[in-house]
Each structure stands twice: as structure tokens, then as C-alpha cells.
């Protein structure tokens, strides 16, 4: 009989250690993610109002969903915003930092000043601009008065055309200094060497910016993609709730503000279950599909 | 190498026990050292409105502890809608709550069917006499008291300045017609002539309130009680006229586009600033308004009459800032949980906390002798406004209804959608409740034995031990 080669105690020990380190993190992400999404799923087949014993109605909920109009308009409204505040911020914010990349006076003021709304809560920020939309004290308003532009002034928060885009322009202005951040680095971090050869070659500014920044930033990019997807599908709740609580008549409503409202102000906490199980499966496969579209493993050395 | 590991492992370890530290089960059920449940209660409500609230809270907790020994912990945070989903996650997180600050309308609602807060009528027996007669009525359903009233009531009113109304010659106008005027000679002064608070969506239901009543003459509870029972649709003439009423003051120049995005405080400080000469809100204003430091007058005036033949009708109840006990408390407090109740009702407690909550004097009487001074407006308000009056509607019919009427008013004061459309659109909110929630309005009804025991205090403390000496 062939004897199992021993292992010795320190090779167990080196074996385990990263299995070791890594358990605290699993531990706390099964707790806090697993287990309530596995719990979501199982309520999800039950009407439930949140304090009486829970009632199972297998697909029901799911069929309710199916047929919620309100629900749907949310999640056209979710992926708008998603893709809207996806692209404006990583646009805007790559313009920014090829700005800021380069020298010139007060470019820290200008970097911190970008930056800081990143640094303020969505609470602070829902006050601020419901106050900034204000019909009669607001400063938009009073800006476009004094430009003459009066004719432009609208319903900022209560105009069903435009108060989703509203809320979007406000998400932009928090996170744009966030993802210049990280776009600086990106760019910091391309060979000077690479646009030297190109300018050898002739090219010009929007050559080396579409041939050479753009694929050397591609990873940067992909991280920055993936980080306002995910971040618009699951963190616009604060931003909508404070500034129109979904309305004017659900113009403005996203997926999580109407999962909320049907969890605890309607007391169906099953078909609220059945909605974010949904909302998940969308969410998923829109990510996956942007990480294998958008990574490639190319070098461009 | 190995102390680098070793100390990474207890860093780990240590990491994850402060972590998981506060994973507890609530602060309901720990027992001291000596193995005794603490005296404590714990009662949760929307923030405080004003600062002299707070500190009356405060002042009077304290005396209860000095003279009990038992703690009272307050947690006021939030508004008032928050009220539903804070009981839930603490129901669900075993934490401890043992009174709550809640509106009536919440409790009609949602928590009376859904069965998470108490049946007090046999609680309450023995202090009902320190209510007058019919403030209770409010906070009743078929016979069962479900909470008691413990701020100052409220109902619907408008205010206006008087000393610009002076400056214009202008009178308070009582029908739609007289209104449109003021209103034009108002606009062409640059102010805007009336406000509702309409970026709070839970506000558009109010004005409803009163158009509804002109249009129903005073019937609008039974309608919608009838409506909500299946007996008739809400596809009706008189709910188109309470819904082209509220048009009216859009399209006689009235009410204006800048009352879709301005809220509660906007509001106010349109008021305030003068740019405003009219609002309507709750009279729940009123205490604010009083805090303010004003340079001009000001005074209340009825809704007017904006649908032809009806009369005046507001709304008005008792228990708007109720106290209810949730169904799961622990029984074991209850003892503790009746003194502080006890304790509360005391006229010099009542008094000292429902005049400091609605900014000097309560406008009506809650708890007997718990009033203040009587001013032009009180006067007002209970002589003019109270009689014409009817319950809230949003006290009647469930939450799911009242997002709909909330969200279709704005639509169709601007034009956005006809009133026949925003009947269709709240019927609509109703049989998707009937269809996937098995919804029946007179819930009390339909419950079994085991539901209402859920509700049922498991024993009587006898409040009347309590009595100061």
C-alpha cells in the first residue's frame, strides 16, 4: 500500500495562513451578503407584511411584479440613470483630469474643489440642491435670470420631462472628482515615451488622445465603468428619495425607491423581495456583459 | 516571521470579534449583572418639530425617572412616514420599543391590519376621563382604541398676510371668484398669491380634502368608506368636481408654478420673506409660524368655496402625533410601560409638552386642562374652522390609495391628466390591492381569534396605582 507523502507542520501551517487571512472577510460577506440575499430569495415566495407569520404563494409575487407597471417604469428609469450618469461622469471626469493633469496655478484649489462633494453625504447634498432647484430662492433660477435666459427655467424637480435628468446632473456633480481621481493616476502612469514616438510620427493632439491614452487607459476606464454601473443600480435610492421621492408621478421613481416604498409603506415585503430578485438578475447580467465586453487581455506595450 | 503571522491572526481575529460586536440581539433583552431586566423604556417618533418640544420631553422624562427609577430612552428621528419601516426593522432586529409616536392615519393605514400595534382600549380604561369627551373617538376603530392622542389635533387652514392685504385693499376672499381677484392684483404686484407645499407629495392629498368635502357636502368618510367597501367606484361626478376645483386655482391664476417645487420650509419662507401673500397647510404650521419673527401680520381664512353651491368643509382630528404601544412588546414592561402613560397624562405633564409642541398653546384642548392661551387664530380654528369639518381622508383609506391620489392631484392641477384619468388611475391603485393583497377595508372584521390576541395585552396593570399621591 503507497504511504500519503506526510506534510509537515509548517507546510500546513504555510498552506492555511492565506485561507486564514482571508476568513474574517468571508465570514462578514456571508453574514452581510449571502445570507440576507439567500433570506430575500426565500421571502420572495411568501406574502408577508413584516410583522404577521408569512404565507407562502409560491410565484404570485413574482406574477404581481410581472404585471407592475410602476415597477417597470422604475427599472427603464434605473437603467437610464444608469447609463446617463455612467457616461457623464466618466466623460466629464476624463476631460477633468486631462485638464488637471497638467501644470499650471491653483490646479490643487481646482482639484480640491472637484473633489469635495465626493466627501459630503447624499443627505447634505439633497438639501443643498433642493434648495439650488428652488423655484424662488434657488441660485439655477436665479443664474439663468440673470443671463436672460429665463425662458429656460422649468419645473427642475417637478417637471416629469426633466426631473430624472435633474437628479442625474446632481449624482454627476457628487462623484465626478471621484473618478477624476482615479483617472489622473491612470494617466500619470503612461510613458511619456509613447506620446514622444507618436508626435515623431507626426501625430496630432486627438491622435495620440484616441491611439495611445485611450487604450492605455483601458483598464482604468473599465474600473471607473464598472464602479458607476454598479453605483447608479444600487446606491441612487438616497439621492431620489431626498430630492423628489420618486415623483412627479413615478417619473423619477428607480427600482430601489419603489422596492423600498412597496417593503414598508405597503407592507408587501414578499413582492418587494420578488422586485429586488429581479432587479439582481438584470443587474448581473448587465455587468457581466460590460466586464467582457470592455476587458481585454491585449498588452499595448 | 512567525510573530509577523501570529499578530496578523490576532488582528484578524480581533477585526471580526468589534465587528461582529455589534450583531446583538438589541438592547431589549440584556439582563444586568444581577440578572434583572433593566426598568427601561424605549420610545421612538419622528424628530422634534421644534426645540422647546424636545427640551419638555426631556424635562418630563427626567421627572419620571427621578420619581420611578425607570429610564426613558427617546429616539426621535426621521418624519412621520418613517414610522412603519423603523417598527418593522426593530420587530425584525429583536430590538426593544415599547411606545411609539404615530398618527392615527398610519395606524388606519397600515399597522392596525397589519396587526403591530395594541389593542389599548382595556389599558386605557382608566384614563380616558382625562380626555374630553370625543377626543378619543379619532383614535377608535369599531370600539377598539388603538392609540391616544398626544399632540394638539390638527386639520386644514390657510393663512394669509393681513398687513399686505391692507397695502392692497384687499379682502379674505371666500368663493373661487374673489379669490382669482386677489389673486390678479397680488401677481401684478410681483407676488405669488397662494402656496401649497407641493414638493412634499404627501401634502397635494389635503386640498383634496376640502374640495372633496364641498363637492360630497360634508360626506366625504362615507363615501370613501363605501367606495373602499367595493359599494360604489371612485369614478365619480362629485371626485371630478373635488379634483376641477383644485384645477380652478391653477388655471384662475391662483396657485402657481412655483408650488410644485417648493417644499414645507420653502414655503414658510416665501411667507416669511413676503413674496407670498397666502399658503395652505396644517395647522400644525401654525407653531412655526409663531416662532418666526415676522414683520407683518398675519391670519387664518377657511378654504374657499371653489365648487358652485357647496360650503365650506376642512379636515380636522384628534391623534395626528398619537402614542400607541407595538403588539410585540415584551408584557413583562407593561407595568413600567402604563406608569409612564399614567405619567404622561397628568394635566401638568400633558400641558407642559403639548404647549411646548405646538410653539406656546395648544389650539385645542387634548387633555383636560392642558391648554394655553387663546389667541385670534385658536379662536378661529375652533370656532369657525372645527365646525365645518370632517375627518382626514388619508386617515380612511390605505397608503397605496393615498400615493396615487397624491401622485395624480399635481398632474391634474397642471394639466397633465384630466380628472376622469385620476379617478381611473386611484381605482385602479385600489383593485391591485383587492388582487394581490386581498385587501378589505373593514379589516377589524375579518380577523381571527389569533390575530386578535396577537393585539391583546396579555394583563391589566392597574393604572389607577399610579395616581400621584
Not at chain 1, 120 to 141: C, D, E, R
Not at chain 2, 4 to 13: D, Q, W, Y
Not at chain 2, 319 to 343: C, H, K, T
Not at chain 2, 420 to 439: G, K, N, R
Request: net charge negative; aromatic share 12%.
Amino acid at each position: 500500500m503507497t504511504k500519503l507523502p506526510r506534510i509537515s507542520k509548517s507546510t500546513l501551517h504555510r498552506r492555511a495562513f492565506p485561507y486564514l487571512m482571508c476568513l474574517p472577510a468571508v465570514i462578514l460577506f456571508t453574514l452581510f451578503v449571502i445570507l440576507p440575499f439567500v433570506e430575500g430569495c426565500r421571502v420572495s415566495f411568501f406574502k408577508w407584511d413584516g410583522f404577521s407569520n408569512m404565507k407562502w404563494v409560491g410565484l404570485k409575487n413574482y406574477a404581481n411584479v410581472m404585471h407592475d407597471d410602476v415597477f417597470w417604469l422604475a427599472m427603464k428609469n434605473t437603467f437610464v440613470y444608469a447609463i446617463l450618469v455612467t457616461v457623464m461622469k466618466n466623460v466629464i471626469a476624463l476631460a477633468l483630469a486631462y485638464v488637471l493633469a497638467r501644470k499650471f496655478p491653483l490646479r490643487t484649489l481646482f482639484r480640491t474643489g472637484i473633489y469635495m462633494p465626493v466627501t459630503l453625504s447624499y443627505v447634505v447634498i439633497g438639501a443643498l440642491w433642493t434648495w439650488i432647484y428652488n423655484p424662488t430662492f434657488g441660485l439655477l433660477n436665479a443664474l439663468l435670470k440673470a443671463l436672460g435666459l429665463e425662458h429656460l427655467i422649468v419645473g427642475w424637480l417637478s417637471d416629469s420631462r426633466v426631473a430624472l435628468y435633474s437628479v442625474v446632473a446632481v449624482d454627476v456633480w457628487k462623484w465626478i472628482g471621484y473618478h477624476m481621481v482615479l483617472y489622473l493616476a491612470g494617466l500619470q502612469a503612461i510613458s511619456q515615451d509613447l506620446y514622444e514616438a507618436a508626435a515623431l510620427d507626426g501625430a496630432n493632439g486627438w491622435q495620440k488622445f484616441v491611439n495611445i491614452t485611450i487604450p492605455q487607459l483601458n483598464s482604468t476606464i473599465v474600473v471607473n465603468v464598472l464602479m458607476s454601473l454598479t453605483g447608479a443600480f444600487a446606491s441612487n435610492f438616497d439621492i431620489v428619495n431626498i430630492l423628489t421621492g420618486g415623483g412627479p408621478m413615478h417619473a423619477t421613481e428607480v427600482s430601489l425607491t419603489y422596492i423600498m416604498t412597496t417593503a414598508f409603506k405597503y407592507n408587501s415585503m414578499g413582492k418587494a423581495n420578488a422586485m429586488s430578485m429581479i432587479l439582481f438578475l438584470l443587474v448581473f447580467l448587465f455587468g457581466f456583459a460590460q466586464l467582457r465586453i470592455m476587458s481585454r487581455e491585449d498588452a499595448y506595450e | 516571521m512567525k510573530i509577523r503571522r501570529t499578530l496578523s491572526i490576532l488582528l484578524a481575529v480581533a477585526l471580526l470579534c468589534s465587528l461582529l460586536a455589534g450583531c446583538g440581539s438589541g438592547g431589549g433583552g440584556e439582563k444586568n449583572a444581577t440578572g434583572d431586566k433593566p426598568n427601561r423604556i424605549v420610545i421612538i417618533g419622528s424628530a422634534y418639530a421644534l426645540e422647546e418640544e424636545q427640551k419638555a420631553w426631556d424635562e418630563v422624562c427626567s421627572a419620571f425617572t427621578a420619581e420611578t427609577g425607570i429610564e426613558v430612552v427617546q429616539n426621535r428621528q426621521g418624519t412621520w412616514d418613517d414610522i412603519p419601516q423603523k417598527l418593522q426593522a426593530s420587530k425584525l432586529g429583536q430590538e426593544q420599543i415599547d411606545l411609539v409616536v404615530v398618527g392615527m392615519g398610519t395606524i388606519t393605514a397600515s399597522l392596525g391590519p397589519a396587526g403591530s400595534v395594541m389593542d389599548l382600549t382595556q389599558l386605557m380604561a382608566g384614563l380616558t376621563d382625562r380626555f374630553p369627551d370625543g377626543v378619543l373617538d379619532s383614535c377608535s376603530i369599531d370600539g377598539h382604541l388603538w392609540c391616544f392622542p398626544y399632540s394638539d389635533a390638527s386639520g386644514t387652514t390657510c393663512f394669509y398676510n393681513k398687513t399686505m392685504f391692507q397695502q392692497y385693499d384687499l379682502t379674505v376672499p371666500t368663493n373661487l371668484q374673489e379669490w382669482a381677484n386677489c389673486a390678479k392684483v397680488l401677481s401684478d404686484n410681483g407676488i405669488i398669491p397662494f402656496m401649497v407645499q407641493g414638493k412634499d407629495t404627501w401634502a397635494w392629498a389635503m386640498p383634496f380634502f376640502d374640495t372633496y368635502g364641498q363637492a360630497t357636502g360634508g360626506q366625504s368618510v362615507e363615501k370613501v368608506q363605501a367606495w373602499l367597501r367595493g359599494e360604489q367606484s371612485f369614478a365619480d361626478p362629485q371626485v371630478y368636481a373635488a379634483f376641477d376645483g383644485l384645477k380652478a386655482l391653477y388655471d384662475n391664476g391662483i396657485l402657481t408654478s412655483e408650488s410644485f417645487d417648493t417644499d414645507e420650509t420653502g414655503m414658510l419662507a416665501n411667507f416669511a420673506q413676503g413674496k407670498c401673500a397666502m399658503f395652505f397647510c396644517g395647522t400644525w404650521d401654525y407653531g412655526v409660524l409663531k416662532s418666526m419673527e415676522l414683520d407683518f401680520d398675519y391670519g387664518a381664512f377657511e378654504f374657499p368655496v371653489v365648487i358652485d353651491g357647496a360650503q365650506m368643509c376642512h379636515a380636522f382630528a384628534t391623534g395626528d402625533g398619537a402614542i400607541s404601544i407595538p403588539s410585540w412588546v415584551d408584557q413583562d414592561n407593561l407595568d413600567n410601560i402604563m406608569r409612564f402613560v399614567e405619567y404622561l397624562t397628568r394635566t401638568e405633564n400633558a400641558k407642559k409638552i403639548l404647549c411646548a409642541s405646538s410653539g406656546g398653546s395648544p389650539l385645542f384642548e387634548i387633555v383636560k386642562g392642558a391648554t394655553g392661551e387663546v389667541d385670534e387664530v385658536t379662536r378661529f380654528l375652533n370656532e369657525v374652522s372645527v365646525p365645518h369639518s370632517v375627518e382626514y381622508l388619508d386617515w380612511v383609506w390605505p397608503s397605496k390609495v393615498n400615493d396615487a391620489m397624491c401622485n395624480v392631484i399635481p398632474s391634474v392641477i397642471s394639466g397633465k391628466m384630466t380628472s376622469q384619468e385620476a379617478a381611473d388611475y386611484v381605482q385602479q391603485a385600489l383593485d391591485t390591492m383587492v388582487s394581490e393583497d386581498d385587501y378589505v377595508y373593514d379589516w377589524w372584521n375579518s380577523w381571527s381569534d389569533e390575530q386578535w390576541q396577537a393585539v391583546t395585552p396579555g394583563h391589566i396593570p392597574d393604572v389607577t396605582a399610579f395616581f400621584a399621591k
